[in-house]
């Protein structure tokens, strides 16, 4: 049974966790959005998604894009977790998570090293 949260509530665990970023790192990420949507149609059990061009993939010739998107997805999030204390847990991690690809690191790494 999902975890009953209002959307707001989820929404501010999302800031939060945003908030753990170290300053330094916070203020490397360069053309990205973070979103919250209700699930993703094509993985429905998906918790989050980067989509967009890692900065270490990034030329010269990127100039002009639209933001890259982090999506967090509150109904899998809520899905997955038995509680309010790991539905914070999570919601830190899978920020993280994607962020990371943000920053180039790939899935094999990120489960190396335990995020995901």
Request: net charge negative; with cysteine.
């Amino acid at each position: 049974m999902p975890v009953a949260m209002p959307a707001d509530r989820f929404d501010e665990l999302v800031g939060d966790a945003l908030d753990l970023v170290p300053p330094e790192l916070a203020a490397a990420m360069d053309n990205v959005v973070v979103l919250v949507e209700p699930r993703n149609a094509e993985e429905p059990d998906l918790l989050g998604l980067y989509e967009g061009v890692a900065l270490t993939e990034r030329t010269a010739d990127y100039t002009g894009e639209l933001p890259d998107r982090i999506t967090v997805y509150r109904d899998a999030v809520l899905e997955f977790c038995d509680d309010e204390q790991q539905v914070v847990d999570e919601v830190a991690i899978t920020v993280v998570h994607e962020i990371a690809h943000h920053f180039g690191i790939p899935e094999q790494t990120l489960h190396e090293l335990g995020w995901g």
